[in-house]
């Protein structure tokens, strides 16, 4: 039998990557309804708080877009989005790591990211997106 949509890596690499933005957004929503419990340096005034969690989650909805519409691209055979959600997660990656946040739920995101870019670059899925279609 032979398979009309994307190959299973595919499939399961976009899924993640719309899990990767869910749980980005709702991380984002959490911070607001939270807060982040600290201002950004000791002493800071709560206006630098706010700040920050303004720029991130300007940050975050960037990525949540990217991350959902770029998915959802990969249903349309455009090889050109797996190097744009590589360097996506890759940016936001290094942000992670800049800011020294990879523990707890951002772990997870790091996870759920790379397995998704590993996925993406697979064989199977790396024949069905270059390969040739309508």
Do not use: K
């Amino acid at each position: 039998m032979v398979e009309s949509g994307p190959p299973r890596p595919l499939r399961w690499a976009i899924s993640l990557w719309w899990v990767v933005a869910l749980l980005l957004a709702a991380l984002t929503a959490l911070a607001w309804t939270v807060g982040t419990g600290a201002p950004p340096r000791p002493g800071a005034p709560p206006a630098d708080a706010a700040r920050l969690l303004l720029v991130h989650t300007a940050l975050a909805a960037v990525l949540v877009a990217a991350y959902l519409v770029l998915g959802a691209m990969l249903f349309r055979r455009r090889p050109w989005v797996r190097i744009v959600l590589s360097v996506f997660a890759l940016v936001h990656l290094l942000m992670l790591l800049g800011t020294g946040a990879v523990l707890g739920a951002q772990a997870v995101l790091v996870v759920l990211g790379g397995t998704a870019a590993v996925l993406m670059w697979r064989r199977p899925s790396t024949e069905w997106l270059t390969g040739e279609h309508d």
